[in-house]
């Protein structure tokens, strides 16, 4: 199909501008097109504007090519003015514009005192994120924890697990007041279904023929010594009645109370710290809205589309009904793609859609009037061609939403037929070329061999032709993707095609911290931290091979430290206030520069900068990392002719000609692993803890809650998530597809495959000979060597009277503070981006409006773009961000805000801005005019562009200072 036309069903959906409509927009269908042609069919009604319409979908990269697609569509049209009026916003975007524009509002909703203001920041890593929760807790518990008894106990050892339930009940909408709870159900979600779990106890408590039954099982599979004043029963016996409804209601008052409190306690410090993360970001939105009329109003559309709906939560949906003038909202998404329950998000608000908004506005409206429409009947439609995949690929895909995941899994068939919208193929270039084969693998290791000789029979053995449109083509590595259910299993694969000389990359998120790479910062940091610690220079002496009687001597007697050492640390120890040059100058001592050190550079740097974290708490955060597994986003040496390695939950939205799949084995998927979590939370159990405090005769310890590990056991597993993510796999590929397993498959596996199996000769012997273009296999180090990536700010002098540097990556050194500079920053952005706000609170927002009105007659205003200016000879780019770049016919304005009471640092700006300059002529090739806006000043000033040779000149300084 070509995609300037419309097959009837997009069509249909297109011109349906009224209404709530529901979208089932399967895979390869022409979602994204779609959605663009309804969009100008909206704004192209003679009283609807661009201002009266909001797209929110749920990633950056979703959102800018919705924008870009969108306005490119509206070029066409001859719509360049109202382009600049589209409004496409992620999900998060939206809530901290609707929470930056009335912060203020938030604490009144919970009766807090303290106030959170405009300069409140988006905290969005993880482990920073876990760090602040588990310092709040232990303050909390040192301040309170009396109150609270054994829970406190346990919670003290369990902090993460307090934070994931408490983020598990925000996207609920189940919200903490001062006195009690809010949300809808709160009461039935604290409790879970309470008579649910007695009658799935009551059967798990039945006897079997042999006079057995599971809940006896799972009592006598615990370990004694681990639980307190447990039954006592026997084979041929199973528990009372009474015994069954303690489990059911067990009196969790305390615990509530506890899970309360802390919550609360946790918004206040949030709030009193200007402090927010996605789910309090979420939270607080939702809270200002349902609070205020004059919100609603300010942040309210005629019509709203939501991509991806099936990944929204209670709160987005609540927020979606309350931003609506008129019951205009069109949900477009795949419930078979549903995979992030993990980010407690719910399928239902899809697939129950009609239900669910009926259900919220008569919650929202409760006791006033905060969803202004009445729920009209919802018109469903669907796309029902897939111009991506051969029929072949489609219906193996539509198999896995039936599959079992274990012998005793119930799946309502018909129920699922009824919701299934089945796809055909729309593709008529394809013929009979594609085909599923199944491979039933002798052993783990012969899993990873045969993917191997998978990709080479694909690549070398001719036999394959990709179809591109027009265009047929024998396969190529770059046509082939791996995916995996396990990053681990990704990094066997990769490590398999590294040693096959077989071209490939990683794509997604690597455990950056858990490498030789990562260990080897933490051992230095260390170091540097304390020069005798031997946790520090012990690992640096192994690693460098030093024998042990060496390392023996040194951990003894740390003034065997070798000088080599010494010196190093000296060298480090004097740039410990600039960390990106400290760990740059390290790994240059080691001659690594690949992928990992650069995504390290980049992450620790990114957690230093601009905050009061001193070296022994980013030692903390690394250590927790290993620790935790956390993963980090690495930007890969990436070749359009090298296989690429990624996660099923990483693959969605991508498309392949090829697509293998490996270790479709027993217990990877469907995942068998229960939670762990010892505080949690589940639909039916509500809130439980799986540890109690057992007193025994003379001592008391932590043990086993046995009547928690029953009522978890009454829950029923539900395998549905696991087949979406087979189905999300399966339906990557366009024309061929390999699914491997080991000597166990898995149920999915002997599903799909019927448990017939193909066989596949070992290429073990096959070389990648020269006559394929591949990459070449780096010599020295694992990844692939790359340009080092310097930060604008890290060139900059900005140095003190005492010759010390100002924090990383700020340059408001010469005037009212980083945090009020970031502040008067994030409300410019907002106000670019046509956010309301009280643009009297702060003597710079005048100043700023001044600016945004001059540059009206842009064709398009561009506020915090990144950029990157390569300088040639010296293997760098200099990475940044423009505060506002605008973008005219024949040339190009780049302004940036200083809120500086002087010009103390202005040659620094001027160098900063010309950088600008110079990539963003190389990027537009237009002419570029460069402003430093005084905006505490009251005044702009244009530069004069420094050329290239000053720039490079001073690179070369910087380099030369880390050698």
């Known amino acids: 199909m070509m995609m300037s036309e419309l097959n009837q069903r997009q069509s249909e959906i297109a011109e349906t501008l009224n209404g709530l409509i529901v979208v089932d927009a399967g895979p390869g269908t022409g979602k994204t097109h779609t959605i663009v042609e309804r969009y100008i069919n909206l704004i192209s009604q003679k009283d609807v504007s661009p201002k009266d319409v909001l797209l929110l979908t749920f990633t950056n990269n979703a959102a800018a090519e919705m924008d870009e697609r969108i306005k490119n569509r509206m070029t066409e049209l001859g719509m360049e003015k109202e382009s600049k009026l589209v409004q496409t916003k992620t999900f998060d975007a939206f809530c901290l514009s609707v929470v930056l524009d009335s912060p203020d509002l938030v604490s009144g909703f919970f009766g807090i005192n303290e106030k959170l203001t405009r300069a409140a920041t988006l905290h969005q890593n993880d482990t920073l994120n876990r760090d602040y929760f588990i310092r709040f807790l232990d303050d909390f518990l040192n301040r309170r924890g009396s109150d609270y008894g054994d829970i406190a106990v346990i919670a003290s050892d369990n902090g993460i697990s307090i934070m994931n339930l408490i983020y598990k009940l ?306 190529g590595f770059g046509d082939i993707a791996v995916i995996c259910r396990k990053t681990d299993h990704c990094r066997m694969i990769m490590e398999a095609c590294e040693n ?253 495959s019927g448990e017939h199996y193909d066989s596949i000769r070992s290429t073990a012997d096959v070389s990648i000979t020269n006559d394929v273009e591949i990459l070449e296999r780096p010599k020295v180090q694992d990844y692939p060597e790359r340009r080092l990536k310097l930060g604008v700010h890290e060139i900059l002098r900005f140095e003190n009277g005492e010759g010390e540097s100002n924090a990383e990556g700020t340059d408001e050194v010469g005037g009212k503070g980083m945090e009020y500079g970031t502040m008067i920053h994030n409300l410019a952005h907002i106000m670019c981006l046509g956010g309301r706000i009280d643009e009297t609170s702060y003597p710079e927002l005048p100043e700023i409006r001044k600016i945004l009105d001059s540059l009206k007659d842009a064709d398009i205003l561009y506020p915090e773009i990144e950029c990157g200016l390569p300088v040639d000879g010296l293997e760098t780019t200099l990475r940044g961000v423009i505060d506002l770049l605008a973008l005219y016919p024949d040339h190009i304005e780049i302004h940036d805000y200083k809120t500086d009471v002087s010009d103390k640092f202005e040659s620094e700006y001027i160098m900063q801005l010309s950088i600008y300059a110079h990539a963003a002529n190389r990027f537009y090739d237009k002419n570029v005019r460069c402003f430093i806006d005084y905006v505490s000043r009251g005044f702009m000033k244009e530069i004069d562009i420094l050329p290239m040779s000053i720039i490079k000149e001073r690179v070369e300084n910087y380099l030369h200072g880390l050698l």
């Open 500 to 752: 096959s000389g077989i071209p490939a990359y990683l794509q997604g998120d690597v455990q950056i911290m858990s490498t030789r790479e990562g260990k080897l910062a933490l051992a230095w940091l260390k170091f540097v931290n304390n020069d005798r610690d031997p946790w520090g220079y012990v690992p640096i002496m192994a690693d460098m091979d030093y024998t042990p009687v060496e390392i023996r001597k040194a951990a003894i007697d740390f003034t065997s430290i070798p000088k080599e050492l010494m010196r190093q640390r000296d060298s480090l120890y004097a740039k410990r206030r600039r960390i990106t040059e400290l760990l740059t100058s390290l790994y240059s001592y080691y001659d690594l520069d690949n992928d990992i050190t650069q995504a390290i550079i980049s992450t620790i740097s990114s957690l230093h900068r601009g905050s009061l974290l001193t070296i022994s708490d980013v030692i903390r955060i690394i250590e927790d990392d290993i620790e935790s597994g956390s993963t980090y986003p690495v930007e890969n040496f990436i070749d359009s002719k090298a296989v690429t390695i990624m996660t099923m939950h990483k693959s969605k939205g991508l498309e392949f000609p090829i697509v293998i799949c490996p270790f479709i084995d027993d217990k990877t998927i469907p995942n068998k692993l229960v939670d762990t979590s010892i505080f949690f939370f589940d639909d039916s159990a509500g809130i439980r803890c799986t540890k109690e405090i057992g007193r025994f005769d003379d001592y008391s310890k932590i043990c086993i809650d046995w009547k928690t590990r029953l009522a978890r056991s009454a829950i029923t597993r539900d395998y549905s998530e696991e087949r979406r993510l087979m189905f999300v796999a399966l339906s990557r590929a366009k024309q061929y597809e390999t699914v491997i397993s080991g000597p166990k498959p898995s149920m999915f596996m002997k599903a799909l």
């Open 170 to 475: 925000m996207s609920r909408g189940l919200v903490p007041l001062k006195k009690g709870w809010f949300g809808k159900d709160w009461k039935r979600d604290l409790e879970g279904d309470v008579d649910g779990i007695y009658q799935s106890l009551r059967l798990l408590n039945t006897l079997d023929k042999n006079e057995h039954c599971d809940t006896v099982r799972i009592l006598e599979s615990l370990d004694r010594d681990l639980v307190f004043d447990i039954p006592d029963v026997h084979d041929g016996e199973n528990l009372s009645d009474d015994i069954l409804h303690q489990i059911a209601n067990q009196d969790r008052t305390t615990l509530f109370s506890f899970v309360h409190d802390v919550y609360y306690e946790y918004i206040r410090r949030s709030i009193s710290d200007n402090r927010l993360t996605f789910g309090l970001n979420a939270m607080f939105a939702f809270t200002v809205l349902y609070s205020k009329e004059s919100v609603r109003e300010r942040n309210s559309f005629r019509y709203l589309m939501v991509d991806e709906f099936q990944d929204t939560n209670s709160n987005q949906m609540m927020i979606s009904l309350m931003i609506l003038k008129e019951p205009n909202l069109c949900v477009v998404g795949d419930w078979k793609q549903g995979i992030y329950g993990f980010r407690f998000v719910s399928i239902d608000n899809i697939t129950n859609f009609e239900s669910k908004c009926v259900e919220m506005r008569r919650f929202l409206n409760d006791d006033l009037k905060r969803v202004s429409f009445s729920i009209p009947e919802v018109i469903q439609l669907s796309l029902d061609t897939n111009y991506r995949s051969s029929q072949t690929i489609i219906d193996k895909a539509y198999e896995c939403i039936f599959m079992k995941g274990s012998t005793n899994d119930e799946i309502d068939i018909d129920g699922l037929k009824e919701k299934v919208v089945y796809l055909k193929q729309g593709r008529t270039d394809i013929g009979n070329d594609t085909a599923i084969r199944f491979i039933q693998s002798e052993s783990k290791e012969k899993e990873v061999e045969d993917t191997i000789s998978a990709i080479k029979d694909y690549v070398l053995s001719g036999k394959y032709t990709i179809h591109d449109g027009v265009v047929s083509r024998k396969a």
